[in-house]
Structures are given as C-alpha cells and as structure tokens.
C-alpha cells in the first residue's frame, strides 16, 4: 500500500514523455530521433521549392543548372530539423548557407523558402528585440553579393518578404494566445458547472437526510418512555437514513477524486424513478403521510432524467415535512406521450412557514429542469399549501431506453 503514490506518480510523469512516441509512432529500435515528422516534411518541402525556383532560374539566365548551387540549398535546408530545439541558431545556419551560395554561385534576389521558415519559427518563438535583429539581417543578406548593384526594387522586396513573414507570424501568435484563451475559458465554465451540480447535489441529499433524522430523533424521544417499540423503530429509520446519507455523499465526493486513487468497490447506482416508493415510505415513516400516484404506461427513462424525477421528488417533500405542518402530501408522477410530468403538494402552511432566506432547494430544482429543457412551477395554492410541477420532454429514443 505504501508504494501505491509512488507508482502513480511515476506514471504520471512518464506521461508527457510517451505522447511523443506515440505520436510519431514506433521507431525501430526505440530510440526517438531528434526532429520530429512534421519538422522532416518542413525540410523536404522547401528545398524541393528552392530547388525548383534556382533551377527554373538558372536555366532561364546560364541555360544551365550549376551543381555546386544544388548542393549548398539542400544542405542550406537540413538545420530546418532542428528549428523548434534552436530556432536562433537555425536561422544563423541558414543564411551562413545562403551567403554561400551568393558567393559562389551569383543569382538575382532571391528569397529562400528555407530562410522563410527558420525566420517564421524565430518570430513565433523571440520576443521583439530578438525578431528585429533577425528581421534586418534576413532582408540584408539576400541582397549580398549580387553580380550587380541592388535596386530600390531588390530592396523594397526583400524587405517586403520579411514583413510578410514576420506578419504571418504575429498573427499566427494572437490566434494562439485567442485559441489557449477560449480553451481556458471552457474549462473554467465546466469547473464551475460542475461545481454547481456538486452543490445541488450536497444540499438535497443534506437537507432531506438530515431533516429525515432529526424528525426521527424527536419521535424517538417522545416516544422513548411511553412506547419504547415505536422508538425503537425511529431508531432504525435514523440509522438508516444516516448510513444512506454517507453512502450518497461518498459517491458524489468520489467525482472528485476520480483519478486519484483507484475504485476498490464498485458504486451504487444512482437513484431514480423505480426508488420514489422508498422516500415515499421513509417520508411516511417520519410523519408526513404521503400518497403516490403514477398515471401512463410505466416506461424505462434515462439515468439523468431518473435522477432528476428523484432529486425533485426528495427536495419537495424535505421541504414539506419542514414547514407544512400537520399536513398531507401528493406525489403524482404522469408518463405523456412526448414527456415527463412530476408534480408534488401538500395541504399545509406551505410557503407561509418558510423562513426568510430559504430557496436554495427551488433554484436547485430549476437548474436541474433547464438542464433537460423543461419547465418547473413552484409556488403556494389559493386553498393553502404549496405545489411543485415539473415537465420534462423526451424524445422518442430516449422513452425507449432499458
């Protein structure tokens, strides 16, 4: 057991380490090359373009194609591998090449396809200082060792192709901080969507649970002399619901640790319609007679529609046998044709012994309604009482659901 965390996080921290190889996919011999793929295909690609562009160029001006000017552009190329390791030197190599083949081999301006990318990688990568320097040395070496004197042309060119680049690059790094940004805005939202249903959660299994137990503990007190079976009774009823209580609440506190540690047993499964017999009966037995009423063919619904129906069902009635009084309760449940009707009142004071500030329970409700796109209806009855009505829609596929 002592080994356990240690194991994870060695896991964990091999992570990162294995995404590389697996997105580049097995290499023989395990051993990971220094580039990836993407940076090899970059390679290949500009110095079959500068290949192209000198040789269409040379046959154009010498009606040939000079070797030695082949052979400097695809090694000019190679250090396009290491780009993302070392974008500065990189670049540094690259017109170190480029020189080369000025000097050697004079062609008109030009503008490399190779110096394009090791200039575009710097730019991405810098910080201003760095890119201005890169930039000016990038527009300045093309233009060296011409067979003739650079025009206004050659230089309005060169300096347009390193703004073009540098442009790019710029608006390539605002998309990326715009795409990182939205990203952690949607992680935010679903934290904090979460953390809502974590706290609906919380408050109906507290407050039904709790109210459960402490209407048990007082009939169990009163009745503890007089008629020690019926407290006996209370007992068990607070016992159980207790233990159902920690049971639901470890649960939902196991979504937060999912990860974490690993699941030694499995869950139970969430409530649902098929248990509405059972707080019916416990909210019974904690005073409050209830009676149920199911109408429609019966049929199966989804686990969060279940659980909806039921969360509903328990908060209604928590709250009824908290402020109705001597009372009677009604839970009608209606399968329609095209949804869902579940709606739970009682003849008692109703809203007018709820005490200021409560209602935590209704937005609760509320939320767990929209999320389905249905409706909820809550509020007191003219003969006295409170009502609670919800419709869920459903769609067919889903009434078919076993």
Same mark, same amino acid.
């Given at each position: ?8 996080? /060695? ?18 011999? /395990? ?30 001006? %010498?009606? =040939? ?44 301006? #030009? ?64 998309? #990326? ?5 939205? %990203? ?9 969507? +979460? ?43 607070? !016992? ?16 937060? %640790? ?22 019916? /009966? ?8 209830? !009676?149920?009423?199911? %109408? ?9 529609? /279940? ?27 209606? =399968? ?30 509320? +939320? ?35």
């Amino acid at each position: 057991m002592p080994k356990r965390p240690a194991a994870r996080e /060695g896991a964990r921290a091999e992570g990162p380490r294995a995404e590389g190889p697996r997105a580049e996919g097995p290499r023989p011999g /395990g051993d990971a090359l220094p580039w990836t793929r993407n940076d090899a295909l970059v390679t290949v690609g500009a110095a079959v373009v500068d290949l192209l562009s000198f040789s269409f160029g040379s046959q154009v001006e %010498r009606g =040939y194609v000079p070797p030695a000017g082949c052979v400097l552009l695809l090694v000019a190329a190679l250090p396009l591998l290491a780009r993302r390791r070392a974008p500065l030197a990189t670049l540094a190599a690259v017109l170190v090449f480029d020189l080369a083949l000025n000097l050697s081999v004079p062609v008109g301006q #030009h503008f490399t396809a190779t110096t394009v990318v090791a200039l575009y990688t710097v730019a991405r990568s810098r910080g201003a200082a760095v890119v201005a320097g890169a930039a000016f040395v990038c527009a300045v070496m093309p233009l060296v060792g011409q067979p003739s004197r650079p025009g206004t042309t050659d230089v309005v060119g060169s300096v347009a192709n390193v703004l073009l680049v540098l442009v790019t690059a710029a608006a390539m790094n605002r998309w #990326h901080r715009e795409n990182e940004a939205n %990203r952690r805005l949607l992680a935010d939202r679903a934290v904090a969507a +979460e953390r809502r249903r974590i706290a609906r959660e919380l408050h109906d299994i507290v407050a039904h649970h709790i109210t459960t137990m402490q209407l048990m503990a007082g009939g169990a007190r009163a009745n503890l002399a007089a008629d020690p079976e019926v407290a006996r009774e209370a007992l068990v009823t607070l !016992e159980g619901s207790g233990r159902m209580a920690l049971r639901e609440m470890r649960q939902l506190l196991d979504v937060l %640790r999912a990860g974490d540690e690993p699941e030694e047993a499995p869950t139970a499964p969430q409530p649902g319609v098929g248990d509405l017999a059972g707080i019916v /009966g416990e909210t019974c037995r904690a005073g409050l007679p209830v !009676e149920l009423d199911v %109408r429609g063919e019966e049929r199966p619904l989804p686990p969060s529609v /279940g659980l909806t129906v039921f969360r509903i069902v328990q908060e209604a009635l928590t709250n009824a046998r908290k402020y109705a009084g001597q009372a009677r309760a009604r839970v009608r449940l209606t =399968y329609g044709p095209h949804g869902l009707a579940v709606e739970v009142s009682d003849d008692g004071a109703g809203a007018a012994a709820a005490p200021a500030g409560s209602g935590y329970g209704l937005v609760g409700m509320r +939320e767990r309604v929209a999320l389905h796109g249905g409706t909820l209806e809550a509020g007191p009855l003219e003969g006295g009482g409170f009502r609670v009505a919800a419709r869920l829609p459903l769609k067919a596929e889903e009434g078919a659901l076993r």
